[in-house]
């Protein structure tokens, strides 16, 4: 079965710096779909970017980037000129192509804090 | 609006009840999926649905039932609810094209708090 593991319950980052948000998972699988989701306290999940596996190249959403290693299982998340509005808990999550099933593997994750 | 919705947002009971949290999407959605949210847990499938009449179950469905009678709708109830399903419920939906990389959309949650 496949596992996702958010190591760092808790990170901090002064506004306009960069922070980075740290994912790996085990599967596998060699093609899969990985995801963040950011939650505000208005509990709201919101989508942030998506990377598919068979795709070598980093996704890139305006500041928000992933460094995915697919030979480590390693999807992390980096936010560039960090904004106060981007203090959530952010979540990992895998999703298979092969079971069709369309279920998403959360990791447990990362309280982020923006420091003024 | 299309979207999700997710009622009610608040809903405290006491242990024994039955309670039922709706879920409704405007997409037509094939699939359809119930999480809860823990802290140090994430969050955790409970039930999920790729059809109308089609369900299966996540990773934690004991003490709860789904239904799942019309595309749009997914409700999920506790029939005899305890303590420990004291939690923050999400409902999501997905479209199911193969290859295709499609998000899950989230409703807003239910908080619901078992006395």
């Known amino acids: 079965a496949q596992t996702v593991t958010q190591s760092q319950p808790e990170m901090s980052v002064q506004e306009a710096e960069t922070v980075t948000l740290s994912c790996t998972y085990d599967t596998s699988e060699s093609d899969y779909y990985l995801f963040w989701y950011k939650q505000p306290p208005s509990r709201q999940m919101i989508l942030v970017i998506r990377?598919?596996?068979?795709?070598?190249q980093n996704a890139t959403e305006n500041r928000f980037s992933v460094n995915f290693q697919k030979a480590a299982k390693s999807f992390s998340l980096k936010i560039s000129d960090s904004q106060l509005g981007d203090a959530a808990m952010y979540f990992c999550?895998?999703?298979?192509?092969?079971?069709?099933?369309?279920?998403?593997?959360f990791g447990t994750g990362t309280r982020l804090k923006v420091l003024a | 609006d299309a979207g999700i919705t997710q009622s009610p947002r608040y809903k405290i009971t006491e242990t024994g009840r039955q309670v039922t949290l709706m879920c409704h999407q405007t997409w037509s959605h094939s699939y359809m999926f119930w999480y809860r949210q823990d802290l140090g847990h994430g969050l955790r499938l409970i039930y999920y649905?790729?059809?109308?009449?089609?369900?299966d179950k996540g990773e934690v469905p004991d003490g709860y039932v789904v239904s799942r009678s019309k595309t749009e709708n997914f409700p999920l109830t506790l029939e005899s609810a305890t303590r420990s399903q004291t939690s923050v419920y999400f409902c999501?939906?997905?479209?199911?094209?193969?290859?295709?990389?499609?998000?899950?959309?989230f409703g807003d949650g239910t908080r619901l708090s078992i006395l």
């Open positions: 999550a895998y999703r298979s192509v092969a079971s069709g099933t369309y279920k998403y593997i």
């Open positions: 990377q598919e596996a068979y795709k070598q």
């Open positions: 999501a939906s997905s479209e199911s094209r193969q290859g295709y990389n499609q998000p899950q959309h």
């Open positions: 649905s790729a059809a109308a009449d089609i369900t």
